[in-house]
T-cell receptor
Framework: AQKITQTQPGMFVQEKEAVTLDCTYD???????LFWYKQPSSGEMIFLIY??????QNATEGRYSLNFQKARKSANLVISASQLGDSAMYFC?????????????FGQGTILTVHP | NAGVTQTPKFRILKIGQSMTLQCAQD?????MYWYRQDPGMGLKLIYY???????DKGEVPNGYNVSRSTTEDFPLRLELAAPSQTSVYFC???????????FGSGTRLTVV
């Protein structure tokens, strides 16, 4: 079984500053994928970034980067130059490989508030 | 636009009533999923399907049933609704081993 732990229920950041959202995971599979999703107050799930367990480079997508530390089983999301529109709930999720059939296990989420 | 379509968007049920949440995708994705999200929590898997005619239970299947008669449709059936099923329900799909998931916009269900 897989598990995702997000220890920060809420985070605050000043506009234009960078912020790191923590995510640790637990899996016995060697092949897995890690995801970050954004859920604004409107409720939809917005895909942000993906990191495969065999990817040697940290994933980046625009202002989003994933700080992947495999030995520590952590996959922290870094948002650079925060914008007011970044205020939302953020979820980390894992999809273990093999016979998981793409099932995602989500963490409990972190609410990010960006202050002007 | 291509994607995952969920209907209805909102619904209020009385305890003991039944209903079907509809989910349809037009991307020829073989994998489909139903998740529920309780207030302030992450998503939990209810049921999933890897192709037409093949379904299996997720983490929280009790009180629900699914069917997958076509590649496009994956309805979720609630029998004898209970207040504990008050939640937001998300349908999602993806194609095989590709990592990209497409989520529907969700159905907000309240059982009173």
């Amino acid at each position: 079984a897989q598990k995702i732990t997000q220890t920060q229920p809420g985070m605050f950041v000043q506009e234009k500053e960078a912020v790191t959202l923590d995510c640790t995971y637990d899996t016995s599979d060697q092949s897995y994928g890690l995801f970050w999703y954004k859920q604004p107050s409107s409720g939809e799930m917005i895909f942000l970034i993906y990191q495969g367990s065999y990817d040697e480079q940290n994933a980046t997508e625009g202002r989003y980067s994933l700080n992947f530390q495999k030995a520590r089983k952590s996959a922290n999301l870094v948002i650079s130059a925060s914008q007011l529109g970044d205020s939302a709930m953020y979820f980390c999720a894992i999809n273990a490989g093999g016979t998981s059939y793409g099932k995602l296990t989500f963490g409990q989420g972190t609410i990010l508030t960006v202050h002007p | 636009n291509a994607g995952v379509t969920q209907t209805p968007k909102f619904r209020i049920l009385k305890i003991g009533q039944s209903m079907t949440l509809q989910c349809a995708q037009d991307m020829n994705h073989n994998y489909m999923y139903w998740y529920r999200q309780d207030p302030g929590m992450g998503l939990k898997l209810i049921y999933y399907s890897v192709g037409a005619g093949i379904t299996d239970k997720g983490e929280v299947p009790n009180g629900y049933n699914v069917s997958r008669s076509t590649t496009e449709d994956f309805p979720l059936r609630l029998e004898l609704a209970a207040p504990s099923q008050t939640s937001v329900y998300f349908c999602a799909s993806k194609k095989g081993t590709a990592y990209g998931y497409t989520f529907g916009s969700g159905t907000r269900l309240t059982v009173v």
